[in-house]
């Protein structure tokens, strides 16, 4: 059903203001492009067609979604019908969602978008992104912030694919699942425009590990599986740092490196090594595929491909090309759905093979990037093995219902029973889901076990030895960031403490920067206490500071005040029941003049009748038993 909501009507729970009979509707959408419906209505006696008016809201289904909502954005008519364009209703956010300076610093993707629309509840941004970036917003809209060619925009920071759900966008690492479908595309078919591209192939690898140490013998290379399948051979040198010789091993190689002690042993390793690249595809051609199911309809062939017609965008098909006899892969990277019929018209699927060259090249930038000067490894990169670990999962996932021997899904499917949820068990590990993805499409896998580890959202233990913990942040179970509970960041090294009483008043304890500062978080004025150490001349004293920071007392051995702001070194004694203060050291430091202006005016006076002057924090004057008067 295709429903359209007047302009003024935003109760988007209830049904439209009327129902529209339109002679076509379809959307078109494209992976990380552009979203837009397309309308033809006829000039029909009922009126309809007069409810088709710029700014109005059209709901019409969507893919896996009933129903989505359009805001029409441009309107033609004409003596026999009228003609309507309109974008996701998301994209209201471009007028309605200003950042004006908004830099969200060291944050994943979530946390990013969560800066990105605070202060507002109609829109909602979504994503599953762990990696950390920082961009500058500065006087944008939502839409040109998250989606546009802006080297600041979130995915050229953060990287991701778009997804618009109404009011909601999903920005994950990717969209779309791989189900398994499977297809043979006839290239001699007029229905299917088809691109084949060669030139990237590779069906022998002539492999070098660590110092370029190669395969003996009189063929020093690994030839494809699917060599025979091309009139020639394509022939690339590639390296493979993590295999070395023995002599070239060092003590910081880990269990990622594989060591030869024989040229047999290399031999294997580095055939080893090709095998596992040509698993990825790199023996396969690109391939791009444009496929107009409506008229693949009245072909023979129709029969193989009707699958694309339930196909969603991102979506992985698997495309056997008969003249090669070699499946390659592809995804659903553009859609033009029939919102009437309520499938595909037609679909193109583009090549996303795996490219090994530049892939090394990155994952060796990413490795740089994880580790730290001192050899510990950032919280924030080595959160990134769970999206490998999911990918893995997933494929895992897909070989469970053909080969349950492999893979086996155990799954209750009833939101409301108390067992909802699945588990997935095979030889690559497990996997745990609690939920479903936003678009109920498959389960939300957050929880993993493989032989490399366990990896888990939220893990609750008795007694764990942390003795190789060293980044992130470790929190007690009460912690409430402002009120209770304790923080350990083990990245900066920095310890808080929450306190609160039973009114709600509450406190903050730091240890940083070699210090200790004491927080009311209930007064923003006069509600701190700092100690801290000082430099004065080539000695260090502690500090105990109010405030501002810059005022307060301290004391040594040698009886160093800091006072209201003036350093004075000084003399200071008991002589029978009197005190005293010895005038000739007295010193003023200078440095500290500065912020005179913000100390007390008026007289510190002693037992023995000697006092200090002070105006604005500065000694001016005073007097002494002993040593007179003091200018």
């Not at 950390?132 to 925009?153: G, M």
């Not at 912690?479 to 350990?488: I, N, W, Y």
């Amino acid at each position: 059903m295709i429903e359209i909501y007047n302009v003024d009507n935003m109760d988007f729970c209830m049904n439209g203001n009327i129902t529209l009979v339109p002679e076509s509707c379809v959307i078109d959408a494209e992976l990380n492009g552009t979203w837009e419906m397309r309308l033809e209505h006829p000039i029909d006696e009922d009126g309809r067609w007069r409810y088709v008016v710029e700014g109005a809201v059209i709901a019409a289904p969507f893919l896996t979604s009933k129903k989505q909502l359009y805001r029409i954005y441009w309107k033609r008519k004409e003596i026999t019908g009228i003609s309507a364009k309109a974008r996701p209703i998301f994209m209201d956010a471009s007028g309605e969602v200003f950042l004006n300076d908004v830099r969200p610093t060291t944050k994943n993707g979530q946390d990013a978008l969560n800066i990105m629309t605070e202060g507002q509840t109609k829109y909602k941004a979504v994503s599953n992104i762990i990696d950390v970036s920082t961009s500058y917003y500065i006087r944008k809209n939502l839409i040109e912030a998250i989606q546009s060619d802006a080297d600041q925009a979130f995915i050229n920071r953060w990287g991701g694919e778009v997804y618009y759900d109404n009011y909601t966008i999903y920005v994950n690492e990717r969209i779309g699942f791989d189900n398994g479908m499977r297809v043979e595309i006839g290239l001699n078919c007029e229905s299917i425009e088809a691109e084949i591209d060669m030139s990237s192939v590779t069906t022998r690898i002539v492999p070098t590990s660590y110092n370029g140490y190669g395969m003996n013998g009189e063929s020093p290379w690994v030839d494809s599986p699917l060599i025979n399948h091309y009139p020639v051979i394509y022939t690339k040198t590639v390296e493979f740092p993590e295999v070395k010789m023995r002599e070239d091993a060092s003590d910081s190689d880990d269990d990622t490196v594989t060591i030869c002690d024989t040229q047999e042993q290399l031999n294997a390793a580095l055939e080893k090594k090709c095998q596992e690249l040509f698993e990825t595809g790199i023996d396969k051609p690109t391939s791009n595929y444009k496929v107009d199911l409506i008229d693949l309809s009245k072909t023979e062939e129709y029969k193989d491909l009707k699958k694309l017609e339930t196909a969603g965008l991102g979506d992985t098909v698997h495309c056997k090309n008969p003249g090669l006899d070699i499946e390659t892969d592809g995804r659903i990277i553009k859609v033009a759905y029939d919102c009437i019929g309520e499938k595909n018209d037609s679909v193109e699927i583009g090549d996303f093979t795996y490219n090994y060259i530049n892939d090394l090249e990155a994952a060796l930038n990413r490795v740089d990037e994880a580790i730290n000067q001192n050899g510990t490894v950032k919280a924030e990169k080595v959160a990134g093995i769970l999206d490998g670990i999911r990918t893995q999962m997933r494929a895992q996932a897909t070989v469970a219902q053909p080969a349950a021997v492999r893979a086996t899904i155990f799954e209750d499917l009833n939101p409301n029973s108390p067992t909802y949820g699945a588990l997935c068990l095979g030889t690559m590990g497990f996997q745990i889901a609690y939920q479903r993805t936003a678009d109920d499409r498959e389960w939300d896998w957050r929880t993993f076990g493989t032989g490399r580890g366990f990896f888990a959202d939220f893990i609750t233990a008795g007694t764990m030895l942390a003795d190789r913990v060293r980044a992130g942040k470790l929190q007690s179970q009460d912690f409430v960031e402002g009120m209770s509970g304790f923080e350990l960041d083990l990245d900066t090294g920095i310890i808080t403490f929450y306190d609160s009483d039973e009114s709600g008043n509450a406190s903050k304890l730091v240890f940083a920067n070699g210090g200790l500062t004491i927080t009311n978080l209930n007064d923003d004025s006069d509600g701190k206490v700092s100690i801290r150490y000082q430099q004065v001349g080539d000695n260090y004293y502690p500090i105990i500071s109010g405030s501002d920071g810059d005022h307060g007392y301290s004391m040594n051995q040698n009886a160093l005040i800091y006072m209201i702001g003036t350093l004075i070194k000084t003399s200071i004694g008991i002589s029978g029941e009197k005190g005293y203060v010895n005038t000739e050291d007295l010193i003023i430091n200078e440095s500290i003049r500065a912020r005179g202006q913000y100390g007390l005016t008026g007289r510190a006076e002693f037992s023995d009748g000697s006092y200090m002057q002070y105006v604005c924090g500065l000694l001016v004057g005073g007097y002494t038993t002993e040593g007179g008067e003091i200018k």
